[in-house]
């Protein structure tokens, strides 16, 4: 009776996860589907099961618990915040709620917007944030606002774009901007600070006389923060500017730092496999860098599995499956690296910019381009393009999945593809 009890258990803790997709990138944000039988083709008259128009411009992507998808938006001017949750199986709109009104909003970049940060949900609570701004938690029945906090004090330069993520009772982000860059953890009941710990490392270039001057792309990064089990401890790994750092989750205390040196603006969320941290640089010259060995106080070159500088995306995260690394850079090459030792399997030109996560089903990688074209490649060790779909418009957000269902978030509009 025990064992029959524990197989039913495990296998709702299976469906559940390959219904929910609860955060950036999904259950283990890495991007990896859970039996999720996704298609591989679809078009504005094939596989569409509904779209809805969403107001406003945002770069987040949508997150889904149950029956709801959430996502956040914002007036182009970043005055007014927004969250909206939607029915999954429908598209129907249930919640439209202004969240905060700014009076006068920071600089974000064109290419960025005031709704860039994924939101992240668990049962009877969703946590939406736009950086500094303002964050929020509410109740998913009610639609009830439980706590607030617009008291942070972060200038983002161009713009938020660092989602947030649950840790035990804790919810954590980071905050990297032109004037301040620290960690900070929220109790998730209440809002109040836990911790805050401040970057340990403070990058400043120098004018012509010697004198510092502030370049706040060099302090900015756009990083998602990730908790692993590296050593047989938890480890939050988070990637400031010119630096990639490994905290205590409970206490925020640094535990390690990898200085990047000539790298800036970090915009995406790690991938890990064993002991081994994977993860590209950031801005402007990036390099694709695998960690490894015994992580402790300033690191060295040591701890480097190796490296790579050739077609690393500077915003797309990477996708691992199995032994191989992939990825897609900003400008549309898509390249298979060995995961132990870097050697490339293949690189192609796939055509199109990329800013988006890559996610995989199956034995499938899929690309999801700026222009609406979502490229489909097999994974393994040699190329192999298998759809090429196209949407009316494009986007930036990463996608979601729950079971059979593609979640997709263009300039205008939210899609729900399913064969």
């Not at 004090?153 to 620290?182: K, M, T």
Request: include cysteine; charge should be neutral; hydrophobic fraction near 35%.
């Amino acid at each position: 009776m025990k064992l029959v009890l524990s197989i039913l258990l495990l296998s709702c803790t299976v469906l559940l996860a390959g219904e929910n997709w609860p955060q950036f990138r999904g259950p283990l944000g890495d991007g990896t589907t859970q039996d999720a039988n996704i298609p591989t083709t679809w078009s504005e008259d094939k596989n569409v099961v509904w779209k809805t128009a969403i107001h406003g411009r945002g770069w987040s992507s949508p997150v889904i618990y149950g029956k709801q998808v959430w996502l956040t938006t914002a007036t182009p001017d970043g005055k007014e915040l927004s969250v909206l949750c939607l029915d999954k199986e429908s598209g129907k709109i249930l919640l439209d709620r202004k969240l905060f009104d700014i009076a006068e909003p920071q600089f974000a970049h064109k290419f960025n917007t005031y709704a860039s940060p994924t939101p992240v949900i668990e049962e009877g609570k969703v946590y939406v944030t736009f950086g500094s701004p303002g964050t929020a938690c509410l109740d998913t029945e009610t639609f009830k606002v439980l706590w607030t906090r617009e008291d942070i004090v972060c200038d983002h330069f161009r713009g938020a774009g660092s989602s947030a993520i649950l840790y035990e009772d804790l919810l954590i982000l980071n905050y990297d901007g032109a004037d301040y860059q620290f960690v900070m953890a929220f109790d998730k009941q209440t809002g109040k600070t836990r911790w805050k710990t401040q970057r340990s490392v403070d990058f400043k270039d120098l004018k012509d006389d010697g004198k510092p001057k502030m370049d706040g792309d060099l302090r900015k990064a756009y990083a998602t923060p990730h908790v692993a089990t590296l050593g047989g401890r938890k480890v939050l790994i988070s990637q400031g500017a010119m630096a990639i750092y490994g905290y205590d989750p409970k206490s925020g205390e640094e535990l390690w730092r990898f200085d990047e040196h000539s790298n800036h603006s970090a915009s995406t969320r790690p991938v890990i496999s064993g002991d081994t941290i994977y993860l590209p640089t950031g801005f402007a010259k990036p390099y694709l860098v695998a960690l490894s060995g015994k992580l402790e106080g300033v690191l060295d070159e040591s701890v480097v599995k190796w490296k790579v500088n050739k077609d690393v995306p500077k915003m797309p995260s990477l996708q691992l499956v199995g032994n191989h690394v992939y990825a897609v850079s900003d400008k549309g090459t898509a390249t298979c690296w060995d995961a132990e030792t870097g050697e490339v399997q293949w690189s192609e030109r796939i055509r199109g910019q990329y800013s988006a996560s890559p996610i995989v089903s199956k034995d499938r990688i899929y690309f999801f381009g700026i222009d609406g074209k979502t490229r489909v490649v097999k994974a393994g060790s040699t190329f192999e393009l298998l759809a090429e779909n196209v949407l009316d418009e494009g986007g930036l957000a990463s996608p979601a999945v729950s079971g059979a269902s593609l979640y997709l978030r263009t300039k205008t509009h939210l899609y729900c593809i399913r064969k």
